[in-house]
């Protein structure tokens, strides 16, 4: 999968336990705290940390002379 | 106010991640860009989502809340029963709890993880309610402990001086005794069922 992919997904599993927080804060009972707490906190944790890792994986394979020439004028 | 913000935050939050998604083709380019990208999709998101849960915990230790659930509704309106030997009507009532948080104030552990406990036995609730249905006759998980009674009453006057606290007091330190033993009733189910509620109570 590309960088770009990689980033889309992770970025698509966070704005969904996004969205499952936002339901579950307008309409609060019960059962959609439980839906925020089981699904959309770990959606967004899942998602930040496979964006974490894509990056940071990124970062780590660029060759030297590339991380060079953009600090170099 | 702080749902509306939660709320607020979280569209925003949302929002951003769209907008960073959308333009990753640019961002994932440079360092600066790849950053901005972390903050926007990864520490916004986690900082939003810990305020939401924050939010959500307190709200979800208020007392309609607790009685939202139908099997609480009788448990609920005994708040309101005109017996001065119901613990719950008692301290409803005179207000020696906050009637917000009126349900949490009593069975939550006044001990460390006490409130993490509570929740964690409240899911366990939704759980059982959406999966097997509650039982006939509802009942503590384990037997109420002495020390959520003697958070708020050790110390207190009202408390020193009955002479059988006193005379009681190693056992009912240790859990030997149960002040339930002479407190006995805890919600007076017979009295909702029989209608006997605080006449203020609709005021």
Same mark, same amino acid.
């Given at each position: 999968m590309s960088l770009l992919r990689r980033v889309r997904v992770s970025a698509a599993l966070v704005v969904v336990g996004l969205c499952i927080q936002l339901l579950a804060m307008l309409v609060f009972s019960p059962l959609t705290f439980v839906l925020f707490a089981m699904l959309g906190i770990p959606a967004v944790l899942v998602g930040a940390a496979s964006l974490l890792w894509t990056v940071w994986r990124h970062l780590e394979r660029r060759p030297p002379a590339a991380r060079r020439a953009e600090v170099e004028p | 106010m702080s749902t509306a913000l939660a709320i607020g935050a979280t569209m925003c939050a949302a929002g951003l991640v769209v907008a960073a998604a959308l333009g990753a083709h640019e961002l994932v380019r440079g360092g600066l860009g790849q950053l901005l990208l972390l903050a926007a999709c990864a520490i916004v998101p986690l900082a939003v989502s810990a305020f939401g849960l924050s939010v959500g915990v307190r709200r979800s230790s208020e007392t309609r809340f607790c009685v939202s659930c139908h099997e609480m509704d009788r448990y609920g309106r005994s708040?309101?029963?005109?017996? #001065?030997? #119901?613990l719950s009507a008692v301290h409803y009532q005179r207000r020696l709890i906050p009637r917000e948080q009126t349900c949490f104030a009593c069975h939550t552990?006044? #001990?460390?993880?006490g409130d993490a406990k509570a929740k964690l036995n409240g899911l366990r609730h939704v759980w059982v309610h959406y999966t097997s !249905?509650?039982?006939e006759q509802l009942s503590l998980y384990r037997p109420y402990p002495n020390h959520n009674c003697l958070?708020?009453?050790? !110390?207190?006057r009202g408390y020193l001086e009955v002479a059988l606290h006193e005379k009681n007091e190693a056992a009912l330190r240790s859990g030997?005794?149960?002040?339930? !033993?002479?407190? #006995?009733? !805890?919600?007076?189910l017979a009295g909702v069922d029989a209608g006997n509620l605080w006449p203020a109570a609709g005021r």
């Open positions: - | 708040l309101l029963v005109d017996n #001065a030997a #119901a552990d006044y #001990a460390m993880f !249905g509650p039982p958070h708020c009453h050790d !110390g207190a030997e005794r149960s002040c339930l !033993g002479c407190h #006995a009733l !805890g919600h007076d």
